[in-house]
């Protein structure tokens, strides 16, 4: 059975040099037109599921083969994982056929369960714009909810839009900064960055539940805006570092273990052997694969 602590990861850690130099550029700015207070921290019942993958890539006969694995987690305690096989050009492509195929199980997991959890950027490339347009329309049409929370951020996400930023920064030192200050003057839990239209359908934001920790930045649909008993539903799943647990947990079971990965490449040794040597034979893959899942892996 998994435990919390073995689920919830370390803490971020900022350099205090940095926060002092932010610090310095932010003492003309008013808090009050950047950070929101969600005072609506109702305990809704959503029915909830969350969706992560994990990969490797395989060099066989030539080309490269990933092996996905699609896991989703349902409050209160279901858990399920799926593999995908894809032929690939490179490591990037098989990132992003991973990622599309979260976006598949996000859609028809949005069917039936109001709020969908991911972890990474909703908008990420071109290749995958059309499932994430029908994924955020489906949100938008029958009233669920998609939000997306990424822990390390790289490029400007909010501070751009929001501030008029234009160098390369550190946002999340920028805005556990602001979140800080916000704290000491109020008695807010859970907080907010004004959101900015990240695409058509699509905002961002930094949320910050627990003081002390730094903010997670969250891409959602914009339904989530009318709604901000959402945002208090998903502040109690929240860990002590500001990241959904159920996320933790489909994180922990998309990982792809070593011996999944040794049953894979003999599978494709076995079709090799047979003189089958197309790499999309699922078949054959999918069996040997479900014996190896059914000796525990997991």
């Keep these: 059975m998994y435990t919390l602590e073995s689920l919830i990861g370390g803490i971020y850690k900022l350099s205090e040099v940095e926060l002092a130099q932010i610090s310095t550029e932010l ?3 008013n808090i009050r037109d950047i950070i929101i207070e969600i005072k609506d921290n109702s305990s809704n019942d959503y029915n909830t599921a969350a969706v992560d993958s994990g990969f490797i890539p395989v060099k066989y006969l030539g080309v490269i083969i990933g092996l996905i694995n699609v896991a989703t987690v349902v409050l ?7 593999f995908i096989v894809r032929m690939v050009d490179n490591l990037e492509s098989l990132e992003e056929a991973a990622k599309l195929e979260e976006f598949n199980s996000a859609a028809d997991l949005l069917k039936d369960h109001e709020l969908v959890l991911m972890d990474g950027p909703l908008v990420v490339s071109d290749e995958e714009s059309s499932k994430l347009n029908a994924l955020i329309n489906s949100a938008l049409s029958t009233g669920h909810y998609v939000l997306s929370f990424t822990k390390e951020v790289r490029v400007n996400r909010v501070s751009s839009r929001l ?3 234009r160098n390369q920064i550190n946002e999340v030192a ?3 900064t602001l979140f800080e200050r916000f704290r000491e003057k109020e008695s807010g839990s859970v907080l907010i960055t004004v959101p900015v239209n990240v695409r058509s359908g699509v905002v961002g934001f930094y949320m910050q539940v627990n003081g002390g920790s730094p903010p997670v930045y969250v891409e959602a649909s914009e339904n989530v805006l009318k709604n901000p008993s959402v945002l208090g539903a998903v502040s109690l799943m929240m860990s002590r570092e500001n990241y959904p ?3 933790y947990v489909a994180d922990k079971l998309s990982k792809v ?3 999944v990965k040794r049953w894979f490449i003999m599978a494709l040794l076995r079709m090799g052997e047979k003189g089958e040597v197309d790499p999309l034979l699922y078949r054959y893959i999918r ?3 479900g014996y190896a899942r059914g000796r ?3």
Excluded: A, N, T
């Design 257 to 259: 273990s070593d011996e």
């Design 287 to 289: 069996d040997m694969l």
């Design 76 to 82: 209160p305690s279901s858990v399920r994982s799926r």
């Design 27 to 29: 003492d003309g700015l």
């Design 163 to 165: 501030m008029g930023v």
């Design 174 to 176: 920028l805005f556990f």
């Design 245 to 247: 647990i159920p996320l």
């Design 296 to 298: 525990s892996l997991y």
